[in-house]
């Protein structure tokens, strides 16, 4: 045993030693600093006392995909020296399987692994989010692959596979019966062990002999190992994987399928979704897991939950950067020449490649379309005209394709640069009509709830329109609702202030939609008008609700019209800065939260968490009660 102070020096240099791998997988993954951080501190026990481990140390990664779960872990592994003691399980619930052959089991992989019982090593479940157990209506799904999973969270002892013992007893039994009726020589009717059954029986039985032995035994052989194994103490029955480290890994849609659709993919600024994802917690992925796993699997995975974020414009930007530099160095080697690659190809790369809701894999597709191409066309042409090795190739992009330079000449070169022309919107009346009808959403949404919209766009790809992006809150109050309803109608008042009724376009349907819905849930669902219960269609008899809709029906209208007089109100009082988001957004198509507050001279406050002065009117009504006591 260990003196404190060697055992001191041991800690201290296994501590030294996580830190370094802290350093090296943050200089390689960009953007996930935080991620590395919690998940060197989830293993840090792990790693720097063993020996203590007494159960698996599960870590749970979720996130979108191409955020790199997958490949912080590998890189974890082999930093830490565990390649050789590593498996990765793709998990598949799809298919039916014989539970414990093979690749049909968690067990069986580790078995033919260099994990060995007893002894550290990491497991990774990755894709777990396809491994769903019940089906969208908590009905349970039959599902054989893989079962032994739940007992390897639990515990880590995972106990015999006592269908396979009872097989082979009952081939043994067999081979008896057809032994008894064989000729001497009637080698068809030897028993003989298949080699799956041995690898099987040499695992669930601990049995230290070759394959090829035990092939060879006869059935008293078995029967006598069998009734060996029955007879001996518990402890022999469990394998014990319980020194493990388990890395859960998965997309779980349903934490983020909200935050995916409330913007665009194309169009969405990667730091506006970086920091919504960035809200979400370890309460987001326990709602999420419910909806595929039963209480009590969910619970076996543990409480460490670690969310990805989307990258930021920060890590996206990294990438393209090293990306830029790792193509041009490639091709430099292959042709001789070198090249710059400007500023401007790099802006380009990211406006055609970065989908926040998606990752980073179309950046890489992207990457190589535009310049595993473009590079090789940009040496060719130089080469063509006399250009000498060691020479330099310059490149710029246009927004319409890349262009080379070499020695005062330029030559255009196609690029796959569809978005950034997507959301050009070169029709002056068109941009013109957007520009009011963002303008005037995003001014309203300002006035009313203090702070700036995330982001306002007119340069929109995924549709011909464009959209304001809005803070959420945590509490909708009465009169949070009715600003949020004179938001929705902003766009319309907007346009018929400026074009006038006779041009005022359709492109209020949604918003009309919207304001609609919000108005009618207020007074028929959350009681904010004169009845308190709620009112609504029912189909079950035994439904206890008021189906009196039509009633609602004029205070609905008379609440939209109001909103609409008011924003319309709101509108003419700022006219100019109305008419300065409009510039604003024709001249460069987007107002982002810093931008907006200086071109309409509004002053905005950027609150962590939006919610009504709760506590001031609690303290407001404590005085209120103080007074009238000392009255």
């Not at 379309?369 to 066309?377: D, M, P, T, V, Y």
């Not at 995924?462 to 109608?489: M, P, Q």
Request: with cysteine.
């Amino acid at each position: 045993m260990n003196d404190p102070q060697s055992l001191r020096v041991q800690l201290a240099q296994k501590n030294q030693q996580l830190q370094q791998i802290a350093a090296q997988l943050k200089s390689e993954l960009f953007g996930i600093d935080a991620i590395v951080d919690r998940v060197i501190d989830s293993v840090r026990a792990w790693v720097l006392m063993p020996e203590l481990v007494t159960r698996p140390v599960i870590v749970c990664l979720w996130g979108l995909t191409g955020t790199g779960k997958t490949q912080l872990v590998r890189r974890l592994t082999q930093l830490l020296g565990f390649y050789d003691r590593y498996v990765e399980v793709q998990m598949d619930g799809f298919s039916n399987g014989a539970g414990w052959r093979g690749a049909q089991s968690i067990s069986g992989m580790l078995a033919q692994s260099g994990v060995r019982e007893g002894e550290p090593g990491i497991l990774v479940l990755d894709e777990f989010q396809r491994f769903r157990t019940i089906n969208e209506k908590r009905g349970e799904l039959r599902v054989e692959r893989y079962q032994d999973v739940w007992a390897l969270l639990s515990d880590g002892k995972l106990p015999p596979a006592l269908s396979l013992l009872g097989d082979i007893e009952s081939s043994i039994a067999e081979a008896a019966f057809d032994a008894e009726r064989a000729d001497e020589d009637d080698a068809k009717r030897r028993f003989k062990l298949r080699p799956w059954e041995a690898q099987e029986l040499q695992r669930q039985l601990k049995i230290d002999d070759p394959l090829l032995d035990i092939m060879a035994w006869t059935p008293e052989q078995l029967q006598q190992r069998l009734r060996d194994f029955r007879e001996s103490g518990q402890p022999q029955w469990e394998t014990d994987y319980s020194r493990l480290l388990i890395f859960v890994c998965g997309n779980l849609d349903e934490m983020y399928e909200d935050l995916a659709t409330s913007v665009d993919d194309c169009d969405s600024d990667a730091d506006i979704f970086h920091a919504l994802t960035g809200k979400l917690s370890v309460i987001d992925v326990k709602q999420a897991l419910n909806k595929r796993f039963k209480p009590e699997q969910v619970a076996r995975l543990g409480n460490e939950h670690v969310v990805y974020p989307s990258l930021s414009r920060r890590a996206y930007e990294q990438l393209v950067e090293q990306g830029c530099a790792r193509y041009a160095r490639d091709t430099a080697a292959r042709c001789g020449l070198q090249f710059e690659l400007a500023a401007s190809v790099r802006e380009q790369i990211y406006a055609n490649a970065v989908f926040p809701a998606q990752g980073t894999r179309p950046l890489f597709s992207s990457l190589h379309a535009i310049l595993g191409a473009g590079l090789a066309k940009a040496a060719l042409w130089a080469i063509e005209r006399g250009a000498a090795s060691g020479e330099t190739v310059g490149l710029t992009a246009d927004g319409r394709s890349l262009i080379a330079h070499w020695r005062g000449r330029s030559q255009a070169i196609a690029a796959p640069f569809e978005i950034s022309r997507l959301r050009q919107r070169s029709n002056p009346d068109f941009r013109a009509l957007l520009a009011v009808h963002e303008a005037g959403h995003g001014l309203v949404h300002a006035l009313l709830f203090g702070r700036a919209p995330q982001e306002i766009k007119i340069h929109v790809a995924s549709f011909e329109g464009g959209y304001n992006a809005y803070s959420g809150r945590k509490v909708w109050s009465r009169r949070n609702l009715l600003d949020s309803i004179c938001t929705s109608l902003a766009g319309r008042a907007a346009e018929l202030l400026v074009f006038g009724p006779e041009l005022s376009s359709g492109g209020a349907e949604s918003d009309l939609r919207k304001a609609t819905e919000t108005a009618a849930r207020m007074l028929r669902h959350l009681g904010h008008g004169e009845r308190i219960g709620r009112v609504d269609v029912c189909a079950g008899s035994e439904d206890n609700l008021c189906t009196d809709v039509e009633a609602s029906n004029a205070p609905v209208e008379a609440l939209l019209l109001t909103e609409h007089a008011r924003a319309t109100e709101l509108l003419e009082a700022h006219r100019g800065a109305l008419l300065a988001l409009v510039d604003e957004l024709m001249a460069q198509g987007q107002v982002m939260p810093a931008r907006f507050a200086a071109v309409t001279g509004l002053a905005l406050a950027q609150p962590a968490d939006a919610l009504d002065p709760y506590a001031a009117s609690l303290a407001a009504f404590r005085a209120q009660g103080r007074e009238r006591l000392r009255a």
